[in-house]
């Protein structure tokens, strides 16, 4: 009777292991989960506020402000739900805020700035962040856009603003590498980024006419394409002369000299 005992013992205490080590297993799994939905949502909330901060070098609008806000309203949200203690109130401090910044804009929306008035860093590293973010904001619009929180409306004129603040700084790059080849007399390549440069101004200027920038650029191409074709041409050896038919018969028999 003992041993049966001693069995069922050993029996329970196996099962409360087994148990205690599942439950356990859980708990691990549902804390790993925990912390990586914390961190995903912070990687969107940090990767938000870094566009955010470099919005000042764009000619944003209030729109495109409003599409960043929510989404780090919607990341702040969800980490609510899944931070715990000093991390979760931090949370709530900063989405509470977020909330009133919304309000406040919303309350007293600002006209979208001319993009005409855009104008390029003279720094190439400031240069090189814009094109980042121009990059980072069209991909977060099309995302949100996709997820149902952008108004179609919204979405295409804000698009085709991030376009065309890309082509402005495409074409002065091209504009840029066509001087330094020409400098480098690579006279093709040099006229063949101007030539590039010149259609995709021709194509921007059909929508913005009125343009200053545009209207610029396009001619300084232009000078440059000349100057290109200029010294294209004085770089061209020049050709040999025909040689009249007497003069290889007054070589022939012209004194020869002594030496």
């Known amino acids: 009777m003992s041993l049966i005992m001693v069995l069922v013992l050993i029996g329970a205490l196996l099962l409360l292991i087994i148990g205690f ?6 708990k691990e799994r ?5 912390r990586q939905e914390i961190a995903r949502q912070r990687a969107i909330i940090d990767e938000t506020e870094a566009v955010l901060s470099n919005t000042g070098m764009v000619p944003c ?4 402000i409003m599409v960043l806000y929510k989404r780090i309203q919607d990341a702040l949200a ?8 000093q991390t979760k109130s931090d949370y709530e401090r900063r989405l509470s805020d977020l909330r009133n910044q919304i309000q406040t804009m919303q309350a007293a929306p600002t006209p979208a700035p001319a993009i005409e008035n855009f104008r390029l860093p003279d720094n190439d590293k400031q240069i ?3 094109v980042k973010t121009l990059k980072k904001l069209k991909a977060i619009l099309r995302a949100e856009h996709n997820k149902g929180k952008v108004d179609p409306t919204i979405f295409a004129e804000e698009e085709l603003r991030i376009d065309s603040l890309q082509l402005r700084i495409n074409v002065d790059s091209m504009i840029t590498r ?3 080849a020409c400098f480098m007399k690579q006279y093709g390549s040099s006229k063949q980024m101007v030539t590039k440069a010149l259609n995709t101004l021709h194509t921007i200027k059909a929508q913005t006419p009125n343009d200053p920038f545009i209207a610029k650029k396009v001619d300084e191409a232009k000078q440059l ?5 200029g010294a294209q041409k004085h770089s061209q050896p020049e050709a040999p002369k025909p040689k009249k038919e007497g003069d290889d018969l007054d070589m022939l028999f012209q004194p020869k000299k002594k030496w």
Do not use: F
């Open 61 to 64: 609008s209030s729109n495109i």
């Open 78 to 85: 969800q980490s609510i739900g899944y931070a715990t203690g």
């Open 21 to 26: 080590s599942i439950i356990q297993q859980q």
């Open 30 to 34: 549902a804390e790993a989960e925990r």
């Open 225 to 229: 394409l000349d100057e290109i074709m």
């Open 128 to 130: 090189l962040e814009l």
């Open 178 to 180: 066509a001087r330094a």
